[in-house]
């Protein structure tokens, strides 16, 4: 991407990269043109690979000592709190891991939301991150199950159930996963060889996701197309380098709050009891970061429409580049967008809220309202919004309304960004 | 001429793609069966009971197919109680005389037929079951009544071996 043809300075150098081009991808990225008013909610895609390194790293350690068998995995995971050296520390990263990963990822979400990174030509960095997601969350979902606790174990029968929904062969297709008649020994250990394989899957897909990124460059908080490299730009070395790492440093105090004081916060007691295929726990909630999606599945009242419903949720944000009409990408530039954006936030907080609370009453009502509101906002507002909204003309640069461009109309421009 | 040659070439590739296909097909098959209940756990697909213990009233919870069975000896009420419902009033009808052989013993899948947790015996708004996890009603024949379970729960295959056993499966 970079203007001049690079040649390594030492001549061992010159001799490996004209063999295998490692030097010229490095210069690539190091040079690589970035908006210069990439704010700190861009930081997050540094974060999140740091998430997947840390899930990774701690994951594989962990594997050392974890044992994936029904009568032997609780015990392995006590083991490693309390016999294995470092074990509690391993396992507490691990595991708040997942929830910091998500919060970043939710975080990176809402910023394309926001600015609307998924418009062309950047729907394929889009569905590749979408893919990302829905891998995550199986990652997520099958690495609960592995501890075999209460809620590993139930939380795995309502899942797979899931399936069962499918007419006609759905109880094949569950008894399938199970590889038996319930969730069992061979259900964890098939569990555990994917949740294994699935970050480096991920891994892969990052690697796509960063590849498609770098064809058309970022976006940027003003989401109009730039020249590369002009002085709207600066090379990802140092510039870009240094911000992401201060930010994932301010992350990391987070992540760091969480293992050392308070580790357990954001998991299930119940989790700490043996599973029992005999004794359901009284409430089963699933993980924080799943419970809007459970909100929607609870709020429909039959069972093969309310796993429709639940799997459209996700599957529709791949859609989106479609969906949205509007040529504007930032948020900035459309007073309407931005109001319902928000409006999508709060709905989006409330139904993960109605998500952990039980299905009944006014929490049910709330949850339905929500449900119909979320789909209402992608399959109507945003499609409606793309013809009528009256947005804000955008500026030509990013200088130009800070440097006051030769143009006459950049006063009106520079007032609408304030 | 050239049209009967390219003709021998489309059905070349045909039926290579044909070979093709089968040949990836019975190579995926074993990958994809691997998954299926083995041997070893259909070998344990049946599961005998003693219930003479079973006061009326009681129910007693036995572990088949890894799957809890409640096996519950019901009350003369009870039972009054189950086949008094109108078919009309059942979300999934299904008279009690079909359900319970002899009327006194009701034997079946203690699992709630929406996403598989295992209700709680003398709960609900129906005097039968209660689900905890997505709020499902059962009666005393184990009919869904109320809630997100689409059908009753299950009636396993089962038969008196004598009086005081009970063979599951």
Redesign the interface.
Known sequence: MSDHEYVPKSKFGKWFNDRLPLLTLGNHLADYPTPKNLNYWWTFGGILTFCLITQIVTGLTLAMHYIAHADLAFESVEHIMRDVNYGWLIRYIHSNGSSMFFLAVYIHIFRSLFYGSYKSPREIIWIIGIIIYLLMMAAAFMGYVLPWGQMSF?GA??I???F?AIPFIGEGIV??????????N?TLT?FFTLHYLIPFLILGLVVLHIWALHIPGNNNPVGIDIKKPSKDTVPFHPYIVIKDGFALLMFMIVFAFFVFYSPNILGHPDNYIEAN????????VPEWYLLPFYAIL?SI????M?VVAMLSAILILAALPWLDKSKIRSAVFRPLYKQFYWILVADVIILGYVGAM???GLYLLVARVATAYYFIHFLIILPVLGFKEKTIPLPLSITEPVLEGPLSSSTIKKESLN | MSEKKIKRREFLFTASYAVGVVGVGAVIWPLVDQMNPDASVKALASTEVDVSSVEPGKAITVLWRGKPVFIKRRTTEEIAEARAVKMDDLKDPQKDEDRAKDPEWLVMVGVCTHLGCVPLNDKGDYNGWFCPCHGSHYDTSGRIRKGPAPTNMEIPKYEFVNSNIIKIG
């Open positions: 139930w029968t309502v797979t159930n899931l069962s008894q399938w996963l199970w590889g038996g008649y319930s969730v069992d061979p098939r295929p005999m004794v359901t726990p009284a409430h089963i609870r009242p039959d069972k093969l309310g039980p299905a009944e």
